[in-house]
């Protein structure tokens, strides 16, 4: 049967959009109130609510992930050098650059598509502050082995949620690992805010630090404590997130059907890698991600992007180019290729499908159709 292109274009993501009506009686909520932003009601409820489905035990809300990111580098007073990935986001490196530290890009692991666990002692040196590791695409990383490290040299780990909203490994939120978790609230995300982000942490007394970080420092009118900046969720924002968190539910039972979908009918075809799938881990089911090994499938991921435009899918190479291959980094040590062989394989195999609550089943099988038709 030939495959035909999808009347409207299929992105690799739609955010959940909360039923208008709702969120007009939200804002008007929000109006009445006369309180727009500064920690206001429905920040104050949006940040309990979420402490208690990310099960986690202390949280603070941000207006983006990058900017609590940035924070919590800056609230755990990280210096010098730390080892992070370099199949991520931009934000991640980044966010160690603006705090004047030098990111050092450790491989990754084959199977998880996370930092290799193994490879990061090798690049501790006198310098290293921390350990910055991201959940690419939901997937746990080790981190039983990246507590073991940084305990043993004495190191801070910071985990990038980005990718993870709701994931649990044994039934614990994936926020309560490490010094730091940060999540992104980006309307690319399963929840959003719009924009927005957070941070959860174990420890009560780097509340007070990242709260002051996130205000400018401000303690009272007449105080400023530390050098912060503007990291503050607004009303709107917050009004959002209640909105879509309440959507969560049923967006994930969505998602997870999609998501075994796309499972059934690509696992058995050669030349096509999944993420494998784990028992203690209830998976976030934000991205489906597959690996296309070119001499396998007889034909490369570039042209299987290319060629899924034709039929009005757009799929995402998340991460190609790798973190270390940017014009600001490849300078970097660290970031010489052969340094880097498991990522750069992946970098030129990964490829992000489609994946929101506004596909159907069908709408599934016959992008995995269309790609099954890119096989030679
Ligand atoms: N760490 C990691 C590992 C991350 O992945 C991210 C963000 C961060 C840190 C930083 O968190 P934030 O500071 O963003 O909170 C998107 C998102 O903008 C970004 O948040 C996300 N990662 C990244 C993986 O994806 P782009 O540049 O690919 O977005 P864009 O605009 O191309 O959107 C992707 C597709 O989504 C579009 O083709 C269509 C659809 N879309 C997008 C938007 C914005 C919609 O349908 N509606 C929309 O409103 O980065």
Known sequence: MTNIPFKKPIYITKPLLPDLKNVNEKLKEIWDSGWLTNFGAQHALLEKKLKKYLNVQHISLFNNGTNALMIAIKALNLTGEVITTPFTFPATPNSLTWNNITPVFCDIDDKTMNIDADKIEKLITPKTSAILAVHVFGTPCNIEKIQKIANKHKLKVIYDAAHAFG??????????????????????????????????????????????????????????????????????????????????????????????????????????????????????????????????????????????????????????????????????????????????????????????????????????????????
Do not use: W
């Open 167 to 376: 994931t649990k490994i044994n039934g614990k939120g994936i926020g309560s690992f490490g010094d730091i978790t940060m999540f992104s609230f980006h309307a690319t995300k399963l929840f959003h805010t719009i924009e927005g982000g957070a941070l959860t942490f174990n420890d009560k007394n780097l509340k007070e630090k990242i709260n002051l970080l996130r205000n400018f420092g401000i303690k009272n009118e007449e105080t400023v404590l530390a050098p912060g900046i503007n990291g503050k969720m607004n009303e709107i924002q917050a009004g959002i997130g209640l909105l879509v968190l309440n959507m969560m539910k049923k967006a994930k039972k969505t998602r997870k059907s999609l998501y075994e979908t796309y499972e059934k009918h690509l696992k058995n075809i050669n030349g096509i890698k999944l993420l494998q799938n784990k028992v203690n881990v209830k998976k976030s089911y934000q991205y489906f991600a597959v690996r296309i090994n070119e001499e396998e499938f007889g034909t490369s991921r570039d042209k299987v992007y290319k060629q899924f435009k034709k039929y009005n899918v757009f799929t995402r190479k998340y991460f190609h180019p790798l973190c270390s291959e940017y014009q600001c980094y490849k300078h970097l040590q660290s970031a010489k290729i052969t340094n880097l062989p498991v990522a750069q394989k992946i970098g030129k195999e990964v490829l992000c499908m489609p994946m929101h609550e506004g596909l159907s089943k069908k709408d599934i099988e016959n992008i995995c159709n269309i790609l099954k038709s890119f096989k030679k």
